[in-house]
């Protein structure tokens, strides 16, 4: 079990590798190699530590140990076949979290941060109804039952493609250099992480490379079906391939923007929720 | 129309018509809120520094003691109401948890020296005032209708259906009272100063948020 | 009985809705506070329509809750104006001589509340004493009253306690109850008045 | 911290993440229950792993003067 976490962990690192790479490439730069993240990951743990003055100690290191439990916990319910309710909750506490990263240290960089963590809200809501209309479909939240589903049926990206696309969307407010990466925008230094240096940072890519794997994987096996471990893994690199010209072809948006656009899709995806209720699945 | 969308009850304690029930979800959000509400036991509050942007001038921003005192009550308050939301089986207990979680949710914030914070209390307050009104009302029409405020028997899908102003309006409460997801109204509470205090708005909002997703989908 | 809950809920959706109305009208914040204690009464009423003694149930915590949100907003509003550190004194109206008016109408209440019983009782008596304190601007030793509160506190719980274990003797809890909830609400009320403003003048 | 407790606690939250591990795989206990050792003792290990490997040879390169 410590193992799969370990090796799902770097997988995640990897991957975020990867898009990096593929960004650079997009735009004729040469970029790190693809094991950068692991590098840096590895770099940040051997840089001395210590906690700012300003900041609440509790809540500073806290914040790291419960990033990492909550993505751990994450991970299990995704192996066990678990609740998906209880993913998409672990998803919305990750947003928490960013604030606490930001809050906690006191710095000003931190907190604008952590206080666009909180604005951006709004890309949890295309989420809600896309699980509503898979749960509409398949009568079950369970992973497993909503895999066991498409064996029977196909996958739900052929009968579902709006609420795949609304699950894409909120992945993609979730990777780097995102369109909608408000919270860690260039003009607030490094947004809610400034802070965070030294293994506190290490601490923080472990959950960023445990967070890409479990958010890939769901989305394989809540819109693909059941996979078996070298297709989930090609799976994961294409997926994050289109993520990465997502990014890259995109700018970053202002906040304001960036809530429009998810208040919009949002509303798009109430209106796809009615139908599939009212229409498909009376 | 889903059954068991928190997963089986792990435990039910039937405590006269109160009761209280685990499912694998409900577990899963009590814990986090138990975790938070330790952290904020136990850590202090930060000092914040202001900056002016574009000048090299910085402060930080003292917490008088009796202040961080009674915000840190506040916090715990809204820890401990938002766990008993987490894991009430009964409807109308959800929704005086949920009220409990906006009052202490604008106390935490009511304390601090400032009047950008005061403001935004003060207007957040009126907002969760406002939202008791379909919160409760979600309820009573939830009782009128099923003739029980039990979610256990809401779960065994042998009562009558519940109408969707019911859940509507017991979701419009919730969103009223804790504003998540739409924390952009409570944007100007966040720059309050001490962190694990005004962490504890948010979470709890977010807690209550997800919980009332569950309640919805039960009857 | 269905068709008048349906005619009942329309009323009071019907009231809430010009009351929300006249929310988003409003723009002064006090006054915006005031309409929001009115639109509260809706939430009871909806409550109320349930009929049944669970509704009578629901409707109490429903009004602590709305009475606890209502004083919490009030005090932020006194912070956030600056004008908490007027100082509150005494009632001080011509009408009322500190002379035996006060002192008849506040046996009337108390009495009445009495006979009532119960939470209303506890609430009809509470305002008698609250009256009475103000009017006279007497200072109470607010140690004994909360001693009496939590005395009567006990004996409330003591007597559910009798209820669980011992229902042959229901009546003596029921009276014990009532007696403690009525003392109980009296004392924490006579507290409220006395304490208004305490840490001042 | 001093290194010697640091690498204490890196030593027994590896123990609790290999045994639960192994226990799970002979059957002895159900996946929620590793599930909660592992949440709970993996971040832990993680952050203390991090930290043996600098902690306390030396005090911080550059002293912190606070803002």
């Known amino acids: ?85 209880v993913i998409l909750g672990i998803y919305m506490l990750h947003k928490i979290v960013e604030h606490g990263f930001g809050l906690s240290s006191g710095s000003p960089y931190g907190k604008y941060g952590g206080v666009r963590s909180v604005i951006s809200a709004a890309s949890e809501i295309p989420l809600f109804v896309s699980v509503a209309v898979i749960a509409v479909y398949t009568h079950s939240l369970d992973l497993s039952a909503i895999m066991q589903y498409q064996q029977v049926h196909g996958p739900l990206l052929i009968i579902a493609f709006p609420a795949a696309c609304a699950m894409f969307l909120v992945i993609l407010s979730k990777m780097p250099f995102g369109p909608f990466s408000i919270v860690e925008a260039k003009e607030l230094v490094s947004g809610y992480k400034t ?3 030294g293994i506190w940072r290490a601490g923080l890519e472990i959950c960023n490379g445990l967070k ?33 010209f997502a990014c890259a072809l995109t700018p970053m948006m202002s906040p304001f923007d960036s809530v429009t656009i998810q208040m919009l899709v949002t509303a798009l995806m109430l209106v796809y929720a009615a139908i599939v209720l009212l229409v498909v699945h009376p | 129309m889903i059954n068991l969308i928190g997963g089986v009850p792990l435990y039910v304690l039937e405590f006269g018509d109160e009761l209280v029930y685990f499912t694998p979800y409900t577990i899963t959000l009590f814990l986090l809120a138990l975790t938070f509400t330790v952290l904020v036991l136990i850590s202090r509050p930060e000092k914040q520094v202001d900056i002016a942007f574009g000048g090299d001038a910085y402060r930080t921003k003292e917490i008088s003691v009796s202040e961080m005192r009674f915000r840190r009550f506040m916090a715990i308050a809204c820890g401990l109401a938002t766990m008993g939301a987490m894991v009430t089986g009964d409807i109308f207990n959800f929704t005086l948890f949920t009220a409990m979680v906006g009052i ?116 | 009985m269905w068709g008048q809950y349906s005619y009942g809920i329309l009323v009071v ?15 002064d914040d006090l006054h915006k506070l005031l309409l929001l204690d009115l639109v509260e009464i809706v939430a009871i009423g909806i409550i109320a329509l349930l009929g049944t003694d669970l509704a009578e149930a629901l409707i109490l915590p429903g009004l602590t809750v709305g009475i606890a949100e209502l004083l919490a907003l009030s005090q932020i509003y006194c912070t956030k104006e600056g004008i908490c550190e007027r100082p509150v004194r005494g009632l001080n109206i011509e009408v009322i001589a500190k002379g035996d008016a006060p002192l008849i109408i506040s046996i009337f209440l108390i009495a009445y509340g009495i006979i009532l019983s119960g939470f209303t009782g506890g609430g009809v008596a509470g305002l008698g004493l609250i009256f009475l304190f103000i009017s006279r601007m007497y200072r109470e030793d607010i140690n004994l009253l909360e001693m009496a509160s939590g005395i009567s506190w006990a004996l409330w719980i003591f007597a559910f306690f009798v209820f669980m274990f011992l229902p042959q003797y229901w009546f003596i809890a029921l009276m014990g109850a009532a007696i403690g909830i009525l003392l109980k609400v009296t004392a924490k009320m006579s507290l409220v008045g006395t304490m208004w403003g305490e840490h001042r003048d | 911290m001093k290194r010697t407790t640091v690498v204490r606690i890196f030593w027994a939250g590896a123990a609790v993440c290999v045994v639960a591990s192994v226990l799970f795989f002979m059957g002895i206990i159900p996946l929620p229950v590793c599930a909660a050792l592992l949440i709970v003792a993996f971040p832990v290990t993680v952050l203390s792993l991090f930290f043996c490997w600098m902690a306390g040879e030396f005090g911080g390169d550059i002293p912190f003067i606070g803002y």
Not at chain 1, 223 to 233: E, K, Q, T
Not at chain 2, 210 to 217: A, G
């Open chain 1, 1 to 85: 079990m410590i193992a799969e976490l370990i090796l799902a962990t770097f997988f995640g690192l990897l991957l975020l590798g990867i898009h990096r790479k593929i960004i650079a490439r997009i735009q004729r730069r040469p970029g790190p190699p693809i094991w950068q993240e692991i590098l840096h990951m590895l770099k940040f743990s051997f840089k001395t530590t210590w906690i700012p003055k300003t900041a609440t100690p509790v809540l500073f290191v806290g914040v790291v140990l419960i990033a990492i439990g909550i993505w751990t916990a994450a991970f299990y319910i995704l192996v066990s076949g678990g609740s998906i309710l």
């Open chain 1, 212 to 244: 890409t794997f479990v958010l890939l994987a769901v989305f394989l096996a809540v819109f693909i079906g059941p996979l078996s471990l070298p297709w989930l893994l090609v799976g994961m690199i294409l997926l994050i391939v289109i993520l990465a």
């Open chain 1, 195 to 197: 802070e965070h240096f």
């Open chain 2, 104 to 219: 202490t949710n604008v106390g935490i914030v009511a304390a601090v020296k400032s009047l950008h914070v005061q403001d935004a209390a003060y207007q957040y307050g009126l907002v969760a005032l406002a939202a008791t009104v379909p919160l409760f009302a979600g309820a009573a029409i939830y009782a009128a209708v099923t003739g029980s405020l039990s979610m256990i028997e809401l779960m065994k899908g042998t009562l009558p259906a519940v109408p969707l102003i019911a859940k509507g309006m017991l979701m419009l409460g919730v969103i009223g009272e804790g504003m998540a997801p739409f924390y952009a109204a409570k944007a100007e509470m966040f720059r309050a100063p001490g962190a694990p205090y005004v962490i504890m708005c948010s979470l709890s909002s977010l807690l209550l948020f997800l919980r009332v997703v569950e309640i919805v989908m039960l009857g």
């Open chain 3, 13 to 27: 959706l019907v009231a809430g809705v010009i009351a929300f109305y006249a929310l988003a009208r409003e723009r």
